[in-house]
């Protein structure tokens, strides 16, 4: 909680830095940098090459987020609950408390807003953070992703269901590929924090899948910037690797035992 209050406090006067994990290794490295390490069930595709997130099961949610925790030191830890882990409220609680009890998470996050209300505010109500999700869902989204918020009735309805979830008391929500006027109107309404992806730089803070900005996913996103391409750094240490084996200089006298 105390994590909680100290980001809330950072509204409109610094960003939230938040980023994906799925992973010990690359969680430590994150950890330095970011206020939010979400464990995102992203991972079905960017891990799995599942074609929906749909098929994240709660126990590969548990598994991932456990390696997670272990390069998570300061940052607040926030763990996806997969689809249909969240169907009614007293499903909700069980899944929900399992995923705290076993990954030390600091909170959860759930897809949806009025739908999806009285199991938010029963999470809540039994004292577990939550963290809201609108605009794009992907696990409900059939068919192509599209941006939210073209249309005055899809904006309004976004904008309720935002107002519905601070009130039931979630501290955060992630907006997703939602129309710039809409996330800066939601961010500016709403006291709690709105974590962009695909939704303008008018929201309290960031959000990207790491693998995508490090170009270790390969994905042609308008809202992705690729910051790196590790893929070609991997490439070259393991043609490096390959080399040296077939040319015996690897492993030298100080590599043995
Ligand atoms: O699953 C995920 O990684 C997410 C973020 C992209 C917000 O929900």
Redesign the pocket.
């Known amino acids: 909680m105390i994590k909680i209050k100290k980001l809330l406090s950072k509204k409109d006067k610094s960003k939230i830095v938040c980023l ?1 994990a799925y992973s010990k290794n690359v969680a430590s490295i994150l950890d330095n940098h970011c206020d939010i390490i ?1 464990v ?3 991972l079905g595709s960017v891990l799995y090459n599942f074609k929906s ?1 749909r098929n994240v099961s709660l126990d590969m949610m548990i598994e991932h987020s456990k390696s997670v925790r272990m390069g998570v030191k300061k940052s607040l830890m926030i763990v ?1 609950m997969p689809h249909n882990t969240y169907r009614n409220k007293s499903v909700a609680l069980k899944n929900a408390k399992k995923i705290i009890l076993k990954t030390k998470c600091d909170a959860v996050k759930l897809e949806g807003g009025g739908k999806v209300i009285n199991i938010i505010e029963h999470l809540i109500k039994n004292k577990i953070q939550v963290q809201g ?1 609108l605009g794009l869902l992907p696990q409900s989204q059939k068919g192509k992703f599209k941006v939210k918020g073209k249309k005055i009735s899809e904006q309004l309805r976004i904008l309720n269901d935002a107002k519905l979830l601070e009130k039931a008391g979630v501290f955060s929500i ?1 907006l ?1 590929c939602i129309k710039t006027p809409l996330a800066k109107k939601i961010t500016n309404e709403l006291k709690i924090l709105t974590i962009g ?1 695909g939704a303008s730089s008018y929201c309290d803070g960031q ?1 990207l ?1 790491t693998d995508d900005l490090i170009g270790l996913n390969q994905i042609n996103a308008r809202f992705v910037k690729k910051y790196s391409n590790i893929t070609k750094h991997i490439n070259s240490a393991i043609i490096k690797y390959k080399n040296e084996v077939k040319e015996k200089k690897f492993p030298q006298k100080k590599h043995s035992y």
Do not use: P
Request: charge should be negative.
């Open positions: 994906t979400l995102g069930d992203s997130t996806d999700h992630v997703e992806i959000v899948v």
